[in-house]
């Protein structure tokens, strides 16, 4: 039962356009979301992060918004560069006894095309 | 500022060899320390994590087993590996009281 989804496999976007990368969760305990980029052979990188007090967290080019009930969030990203061609991650937070587990969705893989 | 060095970035083993992946990271102390595994086309599975020095919390039942030595240092092993086992491994840290999840650059490991 996947608790954390990213239905969109791949995204193709022009550059300079938007990029929009959604992600769906089924669990209201959730209360905090981060997004990770991706690039090939390397670790995930953190990018931005949300709390469910707020509904948007804005640092540079990225924006993410969270729609607490419906249970979404999306990150923007204008305009879009061609290094920002990677694969993205949302993940939820899932408190744990002295830890935090990340519940991540499957992965958008972003194309920027020049 | 904190670092996270991973070892080695590929390994190809046969099936029934055992296994040891480290992890260490340095500028910062008593970091949570996690493994996660990502199959292909998956999202990343959380395999163990750990708030201590011999502390190890494991998240789902496997062939795999881990191991915190030193207070940075963070190794994931098996005593025989099956074809199931492979995919791409990752260690990450956190501050004992952040969300936020910082990982190394990963062990890409197939089994023969």
């Known amino acids: 039962d996947q608790q954390v989804k990213q239905n969109s496999p791949s995204l193709s976007v022009q550059e300079g356009r938007i990029s929009i990368l959604n992600c769906d969760y089924t669990?209201?305990?959730?209360?905090?979301f981060l997004w990770y980029k991706k690039y090939p052979a390397e670790g995930p990188t953190f990018l931005i992060s949300i709390s469910s007090i707020k509904d948007k967290n804005e640092d540079g080019r990225f924006t993410v918004f969270l729609n607490k009930s419906a249970k979404h969030l999306s990150l923007h990203i204008v305009p879009s560069q061609p290094g920002d061609s990677a694969v993205y991650f949302c993940a939820a937070i899932h408190r744990m006894d002295s830890s935090y587990k990340l519940i991540f969705g499957s992965g958008t893989r972003l194309l920027v095309r020049p | 500022s904190q670092t996270i060095h991973q070892w080695p970035a590929t390994l190809v083993q046969p099936v029934g060899s055992p296994l040891s992946l480290e992890c260490t990271v340095e500028?910062?102390?008593?970091?949570?320390l996690y493994w996660y595994r990502q199959a292909a086309g998956r999202g990343l599975q959380l395999l163990f994590y750990?708030?201590?020095?011999?502390?190890i919390s494991s998240e789902v039942p496997q062939n795999l087993s881990a191991s915190r030595p030193q207070d940075r240092q963070f190794i994931l092993s098996s005593k025989k590996l099956l074809l199931s086992d492979s995919g791409f491994y990752l260690c990450a840290w956190s501050f004992p009281d952040g969300a936020a999840q910082h990982f190394g650059d990963g062990t890409r490991l197939s089994i023969l």
């Open positions: 500028g910062t102390s008593n970091p949570n």
């Open positions: 750990s708030v201590g020095i011999g502390q």
């Open positions: 669990n209201s305990m959730f209360d905090y």
